[in-house]
């Protein structure tokens, strides 16, 4: 059956030899033929399934502390269909770090009365499982939460918290007057170097973890002996989680992890006069964080019934513009760049293709010849067959949507972003637009309107 899609009318032939009147229009929920019957049409859209997926801050954007905000159960209504599985592929990227994936998916079910499954949670350690080169290393770790249970379900084998390494080092930990231990541990000497220092989150007692971090960075990581110079470079840090400011129930945002580092690097380079430098930075706005969620986000979509190649947009839904618009709008720059750079290797491809089909029928082999070698810059990850086929590029695009539930609740947007005070982390360079989102909405549900609208799906 064909439907005008402007206002009008048609004629059709409809199971009787006589013609009915249609008035509508193809996008409506449904059409008023003349006959009186309601037929229900749906956007091309609908019928093929979404073409886009969603990442969700949580803080700031679904709660606010442990209380949901209002809209946030007719938002994901709005994304899950009768029987609450999802028909968008939807995935949690969080900076938080003091809880294991599992939980937090159950406490967003808790929450929003779907099942979330923990493999749609990114949190922001989830990165770290990559780092296996750190693995087999002794590293400290920092934070809060049931952070030895997270480390070694990232697959890191030798771990001590903060607290151990009080108790081997008591005589470090000297600010709290109530706290001293006077008398020194027997087995020190044989405590194992630490190799590393692994950042989950912000601690409890933050006077405890700066001295004893200064303490291991500043020995090389043995704090019972005292070096003849500064080891310098220091030992690796892997930091998690770089928000200076999160949104709770209080009025005004809280220190973040941020907040930690920033004390850390200073106090680092106050001691030692040397910058004190990171091997990673992990969670938002990194742009590994990023890669790692549009990856998630393919895999949810093939366990809804998509197919991951049919994903062109992602839409990064947050209420921070140091992070959540920052990291979206800078990993939507990385997508634009390496779509270019796709687009030049395939121009190339072609050139040099032309060039092998004169000189032999076998064009594979000529066109990696006249690349140079099958895994140099300009062939890699392509494939050469009869024609030029490229291997597909992933997502084309991440437009990030800025909130005013959390961290933002200004009611308009300074035109000029570069009077806004820089909050990111000194490690990200400022760069003032790419904290203005692409699109500002009141809440969660106006931005989930917002998105289907532009894509045109319901």
């Known amino acids: 059956m064909v439907v005008s899609l402007s206002q009008g009318s048609m004629y059709y032939r409809l199971f009787q030899p006589r013609y009915v009147q249609f008035f509508g229009i193809l996008k409506h929920k449904t059409l008023q033929c003349g006959c009186g019957i309601r037929w229900s049409s749906q956007t091309a859209s ?141 087995f020190a000497q044989y405590f194992p170097k630490i190799e590393a220092v ?18 291991i960075l500043m020995t090389g990581g043995q704090p019972s002996i005292v070096p003849n110079r500064l080891p310098y470079p220091h030992i690796p840090i892997l930091a998690c989680n770089m928000d200076l400011l999160w949104m709770s129930e209080a009025s005004m945002p809280r220190f973040g992890h941020g907040c930690f580092l920033v004390c850390l690097e200073h106090l680092y380079k106050k001691i030692s006069g040397k910058e004190l430098k990171y091997t990673a930075l992990i969670g938002k706005p990194s742009e590994i964080t990023y890669h790692h969620a549009e990856h998630t986000v393919a895999k949810h979509a093939r366990q809804i019934g998509l197919k991951e190649n049919q994903i062109r947009r992602l839409y990064a839904i947050g209420d921070n513009p140091e992070t959540d618009i920052y990291g979206a709008n800078l990993y939507n720059r990385y997508l634009q760049s390496k779509r270019a750079n796709k687009k030049r290797k395939v121009t190339q491809l072609k050139a040099a293709q032309q060039v092998a089909i004169g000189s032999t029928s076998d064009s594979r082999f000529n066109v990696y010849e006249a690349c140079g070698t099958a895994g140099s810059s300009v062939c890699e990850d392509l494939v050469i067959d009869d024609g030029v086929d490229v291997e597909p590029l992933g997502v084309d695009s991440c437009e990030s949507i800025l909130v005013q539930t959390g961290v933002f609740s200004d009611d308009s947007w300074d035109d000029n972003p570069q009077d806004l005070h820089h909050h990111g982390h000194r490690d990200f360079g400022l760069d003032p637009l790419l904290k203005k989102p692409t699109y500002m909405v009141k809440n969660v549900l106006t931005a989930i309107d917002h998105i289907f609208r532009k894509e045109e799906y319901r």
């Open 46 to 186: 609908a019928k093929k399934g979404a073409t886009f997926g969603i990442l969700f801050d949580i803080d700031g954007v679904i709660v606010r502390g442990r209380t949901l905000l209002p809209t946030a159960l007719e938002a994901f209504h709005k994304l899950t269909d009768g029987r609450g599985n999802f028909r968008v592929p939807t995935v949690f990227v969080t900076n938080a770090g003091n809880t294991l994936r599992q939980q937090k998916a159950e406490q967003l079910s808790n929450w929003l009365g779907i099942e979330i499954h923990p493999d749609q949670v990114i949190m922001s350690h989830s990165p770290l499982k990559m780092f296996k080169q750190f693995q087999d290393k002794h590293c400290l770790i920092s934070g809060q939460g049931p952070i030895l249970e997270i480390a070694t379900g990232l697959g890191f084998n030798k771990v001590t918290t903060i607290e151990t390494m009080r108790s081997m080092f008591p005589m470090l930990d000297m600010v709290d007057h109530k706290r001293r231990i006077k008398v020194p541990c027997a």
């Open 198 to 215: 692994i950042l989950f989150g912000e601690p409890v007692r933050w006077e405890t973890n700066l001295q004893l971090m200064v303490d």
